[in-house]
Structure formats: C-alpha cells, structure tokens
C-alpha cells in the first residue's frame, strides 16, 4: 500500500521569503514522487517528479525537491514566494503496475504581500 | 499538444437523474485514469484504462457508476440515478505506458446533484 502525508494543512509565508511544503511517504515499492500544484478554478498541473534519478529534482517555476530514503521524505522547496505561488499543493506517490496516483490532502499555501 | 479535454465543465443535475461525462486524451496516450476529488481533498483514484480494456477500479466505484473507452481513444463516465453524495469534480487524465511517466490531467468536470 502506498500513501503519502502532508503535515501542513495551511503555510503562510510572505513574498520574497522561502517556501517549505513538508510531506512523508509510504510506499511497499520503489516510488515515484510527484508535487502537483491546483489554482483556483484550474487543472492539476505538475510542478515535479522523482523516478529514482537524481535525489534533487528541480521543477518548474523555481520549485525544487529533494528525495530522502531514509527519512522517506519528499519535501517541497522555494527560494523565494512570489504573489503567484498562492495555490493548493498536492504531495503524490505512484508505484506497481499501474501508477495509479494516491494524493495527500494539499497544503494550501498563502503569501502576504 | 491540446491536452486532455473534458466536457461538460460544469453540470447540475437533480438527484436520480443520470449524468455522463466525456474526456479526451492526449492523443499518443494509451493510458486513461479517473479520479475524483472533493472539496478540501486531494483527488481519489476511481479507474485506469488501458487503451480499451478498463484494468483496475476503484471499491469508491459503485454499481452506478460505469465507464467507457470504446475505442481506446475518448473515454465515458456515467452516473446513474445520482445521489447528492457524487457531488465532486471528476478528473480525467492520461499518460504514456512507461513506468513513472507523467500523467497530465484535465480541467474536470464539477457535478452539482441538488
């Protein structure tokens, strides 16, 4: 079985200061990790993924995130908030046959001006 | 590259009606998911096809619920007999068959059932 916890329901940063998303994983097979990002009133779209490559994987929009197997540990970082950021952030883990996606229940991240 | 399209994008039913859903896949892409998501909640697995053949459904799929991909191309989500309940956005999306690989999601459709 697979699952991934998010442990911030809501973070609260202000603009230019770092972003810090914190999610934990489980997972019976050699996972694939993902962060997905959710706007208002718009698609899921994918920030990032691991697939056993490189432990530091860089996304999109300056996001990057760094795999640690023995904290089983996927978390979600940003140098610097920007207005735009503000969103609902989805940890995901995938693995077996298939890649069903199983979410986490989002981090919604707010940033002040 | 369109991306994956859904239709409608909004529909509100009374309850017991029955509603269907409609989503389009990238076209080079032979895998097709459902999921559904909730307000306040991340989206849940509901089933994956495989070009045509529906390979794995969710226990979150009741006897109500049937999909389609007749052709391995478009897909269909049926409701039947509604329930206030099935209130939820429903997600489509769909990868290559690669281990890992990337799937790509749609708008959605949000279902309202009054």
């Known amino acids: 079985a697979q699952s991934v916890t998010q442990l911030d329901s809501h973070v609260s940063v202000s603009e230019g200061t770092p972003v810090l998303l914190r999610c934990n994983y489980s997972?019976?097979?050699?996972?694939?990790l993902f962060w997905y990002v959710q706007h208002p009133n718009k698609g899921l779209q994918l920030l990032l993924k691991y697939t056993s490559a490189a432990t530091l994987v860089k996304g999109i929009n300056g996001f990057e995130a760094e795999f640690k197997k023995s904290e089983t540990s996927f978390h979600l970082t940003k140098p610097s908030a920007h207005m735009s950021d503000a969103a609902e952030y989805f940890c995901?883990?995938?693995?077996?046959?298939?890649?069903?996606?199983?979410f986490g229940t989002g981090t919604r991240l707010l940033v002040s001006p | 590259d369109t991306g994956v399209s859904q239709d409608p994008r909004h529909k509100i039913t009374k309850r017991g009606q029955n509603v269907t859903f409609r989503c389009d896949p990238i076209?080079?892409?032979?895998?097709l998911y459902w999921y559904r998501q909730t307000l306040g909640q991340g989206p849940e697995f509901l089933t994956y096809f495989q070009n045509e053949a529906q390979l794995e459904k969710s226990r979150l799929l009741s006897d109500r619920f049937s999909a389609e991909r007749p052709k391995g191309s478009f897909s269909t989500l049926e409701i039947q007999r509604t329930e206030q309940g099935d209130s939820a956005m429903y997600l489509c999306?769909?990868?290559?068959?690669?281990?890992?690989?990337?799937?790509?999601f749609g708008p959605g459709t949000r279902l309202t059932v009054l």
């Open positions: 995901v883990v995938s693995g077996g046959g298939f890649q069903k996606l199983v």
């Open positions: 999306a769909s990868s290559l068959a690669v281990q890992g690989d990337t799937q790509y």
């Open positions: 997972s019976s097979y050699s996972p694939s």
């Open positions: 076209s080079e892409h032979n895998r």
